[in-house]
């Protein structure tokens, strides 16, 4: 994403010189610019990866009694979620 928004502020500053009626894009990469890259690098996952990330995003939802849905989950499987909400970070 660092390296995309440089261009994609270029390209709008170059739409403001000829004219378009834009705003003046931000220094850092905004929310929108943001969730449309991570859009796409998750479409380009593998369905494990997708299914991991539903699970992960399920637990942090809760279960009926206010426990976390994937209370049940091995240690294994506990270690990728671990792993995939650091490198989220």
């Known amino acids: 994403m660092h390296t995309e ?11 403001k010189a000829d004219g378009e009626d834009v705003k ?3 220094e850092t990469a ?3 610019f943001r969730n449309k ?5 998750f479409d380009a996952e593998t369905d494990e990866v997708k299914g991991e990330v539903e699970k992960y995003r399920q637990s942090l939802l ?3 009694g206010g426990e976390p849905l ?3 989950v091995d240690a294994e499987e506990a270690k990728r979620i671990a792993a995939a909400s650091a490198r989220a970070k």
């Open 5 to 15: 928004w440089p261009a994609e502020r270029a390209r709008i500053l170059e739409q």
């Open 24 to 26: 003046d894009p931000p």
């Open 30 to 32: 905004p929310l929108w």
């Open 37 to 41: 890259i991570i859009k796409s690098e």
């Open 62 to 64: 809760g279960g009926s």
């Open 70 to 72: 994937d209370a049940g």
